[in-house]
């Protein structure tokens, strides 16, 4: 199944603080067949996107280390102009990987593994 991308590129305001923020859903599989399209349509929704831009992994079945260097490649450029790109709901797929690359601290702004290392780091 090839992937989808869902973009809410209007304000979305937070309950909980009050920040409004852009929001993007992926849906589907990502491997290196999927790579350039996936790259292509995240570049176009980063020229549209606020400065606070939220992606949803939950729907992602299978993501490949390729659109995993993508991922992380985005987030880079966001960081370089001041934006925030927060990943949430991470699918087990998304989450075996990253675990896997020890990378939970680049990507894991919602799950439970960043919790667990900051629950670790608090107990010293």
Not at 2 to 17: A, C, G, I, K, N
Not at 51 to 77: A, G, R, V, Y
Not at 115 to 123: A, H, R
Request: proline share 2%; aromatic share 12%; with cysteine.
């Amino acid at each position: 199944m090839p992937f989808l991308l869902y973009t809410d590129l209007q304000e979305v305001p937070s309950e909980s603080s009050g920040i409004s923020y852009s929001k993007v859903t992926i849906e589907g599989e990502l491997t290196i067949y999927e790579a350039l399209e996936f790259k292509e349509k995240l570049d176009s929704v980063f020229g549209n996107c606020f400065s606070f831009l939220e992606i949803d992994l939950f729907k992602l079945q299978k993501i490949d280390t390729s659109c995993l260097q993508i991922l992380l490649s985005f987030k880079k450029e966001a960081q370089r102009i001041n934006a925030d790109v927060r990943f949430v709901n991470h699918s087990h797929g998304v989450t075996k990987l990253i675990d896997f690359y020890g990378l939970s601290w680049l990507l894991n702004d919602d799950s439970k593994f960043s919790k667990l290392v900051q629950f670790e780091v608090g107990k010293d």
